[in-house]
């Protein structure tokens, strides 16, 4: 592999202004902001947090970098593990179809602690933020094509954290240049789908990848060295072209369902069914899934911790019917033996459709048939996962979503409190929104 180092990708890393990027952009720097504060407020009432502040106290101490959730503060990198423990542990975190997986969660954590420990504003922290996705969704491209089905979250996370986190420390291009080519040489290198297909707290290698792209920016600064990432390789420069020209945040997508994306589009279906005919759970005899082979892939054992409820097809599907929504509340681990829950998963069949598989990963779909006791039968039509890039989320829609999924945690008026620190003034510090939400 030969590398060719002119620092295309390092210069609009450094170089890149708000007052420069298009207004559709600057709208959706701040509904990406809005979207992984609620990742992260979810992920901090959850059990992976927990094991990550754990971590991050036994293994770097105290510090003076608050986190989202807790009292207690950190130094970078400790900030860093509690974090990025926290940003996909409910999986409520946005995505993009053809990386395969969560560009947002893998570098957050990375660059809420370099925006808090260098006291920036939000708006430098959004800037941030479309740097470091434009160059994580590259970067993501050109590893799919490089690893073909070795891929994760955690392993583009690595360059993503490395990118975000070392413009917000000063670097300059040589320094980031090492930085970059340091995480793309140790990002883990996950077999994602035995994640998938065997849910556990590893689910998509975001903590590694993020500790991995922290300790590449560390140490870069500490005086290590290193040469080539896949950006500069010949056959991927092309990606790197067309940074500040065309922008891969419009292909995000965004979850409204606190599980894998792969189950959105059965829940969205069967809800419609629901909506549209009146029928509650108890009526229904038997549904049928028909929908792409991954989605068929997934467990369907009942699960017992949150991890195996969000890596599940059949769960998150009958928990939808059941209670009318998936969110917080539904993938606790206090309500995965909910008897109508595990009563309706029984009543549920999953079949691969040709049609549908064939239009897979461009288009992830499904339609399911539901028949009810009395024998009537009910045809969804074929769903596509709500929240997609078609879809154009906005500003409305992400605001919805943050009230909705975050009602079970936040009382309504801090719940407004914090949207205003989101949207209304940008040029207020990191800190400050970090701080309110941390108000006991």
């Known amino acids: 592999m030969q590398f060719h180092t002119d620092y295309r990708v390092e210069n609009y890393i450094l ?111 959004l800037t941030a933020l479309v740097v470091a996705y434009e160059v994580t969704i590259r970067f993501a491209l050109a590893e799919q094509e490089h690893y073909k089905y070795l891929h994760s979250t955690g392993c583009y996370g690595a360059f993503g954290t490395a990118a975000g986190m070392g413009r917000l420390c000063g670097m300059d291009k040589e320094k980031l240049n090492t930085a970059l080519s340091i995480a793309d040489f140790h990002a883990p290198v996950v077999p994602v789908m035995r994640s998938v297909t065997t849910p556990s707290m590893n689910k998509d290698g975001v903590p590694f990848g993020a500790l991995v792209g922290a300790m590449a920016v560390l140490e870069t600064l500490s005086g290590s060295s290193g040469r080539g990432h896949l950006l500069e390789a010949e056959e991927y420069q092309h990606l790197a072209q067309t ?35 009146g029928f509650g759970p108890d009526q229904i005899k038997e549904a049928v899934v028909y929908t792409f082979d991954a989605t068929a892939r997934l467990s369907q054992q009942i699960p017992t911790e949150t991890d195996e409820a969000q890596y599940n097809i059949a769960y998150p599907v009958a928990a939808a019917l059941v209670h009318g929504d998936l969110g917080y509340l539904q993938v606790r681990e206090e309500a995965l033996q909910n008897p109508a829950v595990l009563d309706m998963m029984k009543r549920l069949k999953f079949i691969v459709d040709p049609v549908l598989e064939a239009q897979f990963p461009q288009k992830r779909l499904a339609r399911i048939e539901v028949t009810l006791k009395d024998g009537t039968l009910f045809r969804s039509e074929t769903f596509s996962a709500p929240g997609e890039a078609t879809d154009h989320v906005d500003l409305a829609w992400i605001t919805e979503k943050f009230r909705r999924i975050t009602s079970p945690i936040l009382e309504t008026e801090k719940q407004e409190k914090l949207l205003e620190l989101l949207t209304s003034n940008l040029e207020i510090p990191v800190r400050r929104i970090v701080d309110f939400i941390n108000q006991q």
């Open 243 to 277: 940074l500040g020209s065309s922008y891969e945040i419009m292909n995000l997508y965004f979850k409204p369902y606190t599980c894998c994306r792969w189950a959105h589009q059965p829940i969205a279906a069967g809800l419609s069914l629901m909506r549209k005919y």
């Open 15 to 125: 170089n890149t202004k708000w007052e420069d990027l298009p207004k559709e952009i600057q709208d959706r720097a701040v509904v990406c902001g809005i979207d992984l504060t609620t990742a992260l407020l979810l992920g901090s009432h959850g059990w992976q947090f927990a094991a990550g502040e754990k971590l991050a106290q036994s293994v770097c101490g105290d510090g003076e970098i608050p986190v989202v959730g807790s009292q207690h503060t950190y130094n970078l990198l400790g900030a860093v593990i509690a974090m990025s423990h926290a940003s996909n542990s409910f999986d409520i975190d946005d995505g993009h179809n053809m990386i395969k997986g969560h560009p947002g969660t893998s570098f957050v954590a990375g660059v809420l602690a370099a925006a808090l420990e260098q006291g920036i504003s939000y708006r430098e922290y």
